[in-house]
């Protein structure tokens, strides 16, 4: 096992827009604060769009990894509870001859979903309650990697200590060609609102990658 610790620091780059979400805020912005960043989104200028940004860094895949957990701290604004649409936190990792394995991941109100091959949302289970605002919570999401079958999984996620498993089902995705930078992984934060009017933010600390 190994642990990466991913530094919150300007390294990050970000994005919205089309590529991102069905509409770009007005603002998005990345804020870092001695060892934790904010995240934080808000408004648009198209109404009835979901508004959303995200932002990513690269990092280095270790040799023969089969397993990776991506494991941080998050506290949530107040105005969460109304404006968040989704939570999103992602690993996309590409193997040695490019393929991708889209591991995405996200909070969406009650529904905890993952990404099929083609990137769409399919929901695995649903949480009591959605995430309390003004606390920390510890959020850990764990995938496993077969880069000889070419197929990747999400097979659990931990919010809080609760595990949730995803059923097999959906797990054992196939890898599409890239031309992606091989053997990396991109993690990724993305923030999506729920009305034009929104905005709300995350602080996250404690991010690794756990290698296995």
Same mark, same amino acid.
């Given at each position: 096992?190994?642990?990466?610790?991913?530094?919150?620091? !300007?390294?990050?780059?970000?994005?919205? &827009?089309?590529?991102?979400?069905?509409?770009?805020?007005?603002?998005?912005?990345?804020?870092?604060?001695?060892?934790?960043?904010?995240?934080? #989104?808000?408004?648009?200028?198209?109404?009835?769009?979901?508004?959303? =940004?995200?932002?990513?860094?690269?990092?280095?895949?270790? *040799?023969?990894?089969?397993?990776?957990?991506?494991?941080?701290?998050?506290?949530? *604004?107040?105005?969460?509870?109304?404006?968040?649409?989704?939570?999103?936190?992602?690993?996309?990792?590409?193997?040695?001859?490019?393929?991708?394995? +889209?591991?995405?991941?996200?909070?969406?109100?009650?529904?905890?979903?993952?990404?099929?091959?083609?990137?769409?949302?399919? !929901?695995?289970?649903?949480?009591? =309650?959605?995430?309390?605002?003004?606390?920390? $919570?510890?959020?850990?999401?764990? $995938?496993? /990697?077969?880069? #000889?079958?070419?197929?990747?999984?999400?097979?659990?996620?931990? /919010?809080?200590?609760?595990?949730?498993? #995803?059923?097999?089902?959906?797990?054992?995705? &196939?890898?599409?060609?890239? +031309?992606?930078?091989?053997?990396?992984? /991109?993690?990724?934060?993305?923030?999506?609102?729920?009305? =034009?009017?929104?905005?709300? *933010?995350?602080? #996250? &600390?404690?991010?690794?990658?756990?290698?296995?």
């Amino acid at each position: 096992m190994s642990i990466d610790a991913i530094p919150l620091n !300007p390294a990050w780059k970000s994005q919205a &827009g089309a590529s991102v979400s069905q509409a770009a805020p007005q603002e998005y912005a990345m804020e870092s604060l001695l060892d934790y960043a904010v995240f934080s #989104v808000s408004g648009t200028t198209v109404p009835g769009k979901y508004a959303g =940004a995200e932002w990513y860094i690269n990092r280095p895949i270790p *040799s023969g990894a089969k397993a990776c957990c991506l494991s941080f701290d998050m506290e949530l *604004s107040d105005s969460a509870t109304q404006y968040a649409q989704a939570l999103e936190s992602d690993c996309i990792f590409t193997d040695p001859q490019g393929y991708k394995y +889209n591991r995405s991941f996200q909070v969406a109100g009650l529904a905890l979903e993952i990404a099929r091959q083609d990137g769409s949302w399919v !929901p695995f289970t649903t949480i009591p =309650a959605k995430l309390a605002t003004s606390a920390s $919570h510890r959020i850990q999401i764990f $995938h496993t /990697l077969d880069f #000889v079958k070419r197929v990747s999984s999400t097979v659990a996620a931990s /919010l809080d200590g609760n595990l949730y498993l #995803v059923p097999e089902n959906l797990q054992n995705v &196939g890898a599409l060609k890239s +031309n992606w930078t091989p053997n990396q992984v /991109l993690v990724q934060m993305q923030e999506t609102l729920t009305l =034009a009017a929104g905005a709300f *933010s995350e602080s #996250v &600390g404690n991010m690794n990658l756990i290698w296995g």
